[in-house]
């Protein structure tokens, strides 16, 4: 029991409780994400989108308020 039937259900356990974790993750991402994909958008505001992006930077990009272009951009490389 101990040597060969303990660690596969040991595994298997683990393997069912990170794919629960992992299903409930996204469950997560979809709730907090759809209201502000729904949400009006702003008006009058400068806003700075951030696409996060580890292995090479994260780029940045500011879109203006009233002409709705994109004044200014970046990629913003976190120190290793």
Do not use: M, Y
């Amino acid at each position: 029991w101990g040597r060969l039937l303990k660690p596969s259900l040991a595994r298997e356990v683990q393997r069912r409780a990170l794919e629960a974790a992992r299903c409930e993750a996204i469950e997560c991402f979809a709730a907090n994400l759809s209201p502000l994909l729904l949400a009006p958008p702003l008006r009058g505001t400068a806003v700075l989108g951030v696409d996060p992006g580890f292995a090479h930077g994260h780029k940045l990009a500011v879109v203006s308020a009233g002409t709705a272009s994109v004044t200014a951009h970046a990629t913003v490389k976190p120190p290793l």
